[in-house]
């Protein structure tokens, strides 16, 4: 039988990135520092681009066919989104 490809998983399905456990309702949590996080729909599509290693203008695209909202609108949160994971200490500061 010939090796299938494993489906990509469910939207709503966890995942980990930078230590934070992510459940698909936008609950994250840091088991290591005891710290609790909630994402909405737009912040999971980022987190899930970046478990991905999406690029930053894939993630622009994504957030772009998904959501009403115009790219350079898109383009400025990402950058805010990105600074308050920076802060937090989820992702550097150059991410996406």
Not at 56 to 63: F, M
Not at 77 to 92: H, I, K, P
Request: charged share 25%; hydrophobic share 45%; with cysteine.
């Amino acid at each position: 039988m010939p090796p299938t490809s494993s489906p990509s998983p469910p939207a709503d399905a966890g995942f980990s990135l930078h230590g934070v456990e992510w459940r698909g309702d936008g609950f994250g949590f840091d088991a290591a520092r005891g710290d609790c996080f909630t994402a909405n729909p737009a912040a999971l599509l980022i987190l899930r681009a970046m478990k991905e290693n999406r690029t930053r203008a894939q993630i622009l695209d994504a957030v772009v066919a998904e959501f009403d909202v115009t790219r350079t609108a898109a383009e400025r949160d990402l950058e805010v989104f990105m600074a308050e994971l920076a802060r937090f200490g989820l992702a550097d500061r150059g991410t996406a």
